[in-house]
Structures are given as C-alpha cells and as structure tokens.
C-alpha cells in the first residue's frame, strides 16, 4: 500500500485576504498575522508528527511558502477551481487538513494514520459543523462535489455520503477551528 501523506491547504496570510470573517474584529492586518500564527502552529504539529507532509497553497508562489517556512518543504500549488476541484487533486491515501486549527496535535494526526491502516475513513468533526480533517484510502471525490462548503452541514453531509458508499465512518474527538473573533476565546496565544 502507498505511503499515507498528510496535505495541509493553507493560503498565504496577505492582509486583506486571509481569515476575511476575523477582519470585522480585528483589522486586515490582525486577520493575517492571526492566521500566520495558525499555520505556523499546523506545520509545526506535521514536523512533530513524523508523518510525511505537503503544503498545498494558494496566493502565493510555492517558492514564497518554502521561503518563508522551511526550504526542506514539500509545496504544491492548490491549482484552479474550487475547493472540491482542489480536493480532489489529492491522490488516495491521504490525510487532508486545513490551518486554523489550534487544538490540533501530533497525537491526532497519528490517531487518523493509524486508523487508516484498518478503516477506509476518518474524519474529525469542528465544532462549526464542518470538519478539520479527514483521511481516505480511496478515491474520495465523491464526498467533495456540491457539498455545501462553510455550512454547519458539512460534517453530518460527508458522513452520509461515506455510509451511501458502504463505507463505516471512523470519528475522532471534536475540535474547534478558528473562524470568528469567539473562536479565539480560549487561544489567546494566537491573537496579534
């Protein structure tokens, strides 16, 4: 079986346009330097990991990233289309994650590897409805298209779509992601 890599999507965090929805409460410029914070802390929690991992980017250059983050990076581009186009660019086995998600730890990241290794699925549901991560073993394009993306529905959606498949769902523990100025309620290490 292929190697189970971890692709963590994240933007560039340009002010302006990076956490749009924190900009109300703290500024163009404190939304970026929030969400820099954030993807900091995610690639540092996929170094602890071990686990073999990439950057899949948008709004900026991969050069940009590697730069800025660690010349020893795998960088990709995240390509065009929306986010199911760039989703389902991520070849099987994976584990896809995003960077806004300060509870996220290394022991998580091997929580799903390793269920991988018996399960077809897993997924980590966000207190938001969506989901933090999930990882697949096969081809999940399925779980991508027309789904309501930013909807307190995407979680519940994924899981029926995997069971429609036949496929068990594995569920790991809730966190939280960080997406308005409350979410930061209890991360103050993350504010500008």
Known sequence: MPEIRLHIFCRWPEPGKAKTRLIPDFGPAGAAAIYARLLAHTIKVARESGIPFELRVTGAEPDVFRSALGEELIVVDQGEG?????????SAPAIVIGSDCPGLTPQHLWAAH?????????????????????GYNSDARFAFENMPWSTAEVFEETLRRFVAQGIRPAVMPELSDIDTAEDLADWP???P
């Not at 929306?82 to 991520?90: E, H, I, M």
């Not at 390793?114 to 999930?134: C, K, N, R």
Request: glycine share 10%; hydrophobic share 40%.
């Open 114 to 134: 390793d269920t991988l290794a018996t399960e077809e699925m897993v997924i980590g549901p966000a207190s938001d409805g969506g989901y933090y991560l999930l």
């Open 82 to 90: 929306d986010l199911t186009d760039k989703l389902a660019r991520v």
């Open 189 to 191: 290490d993350f504010l």
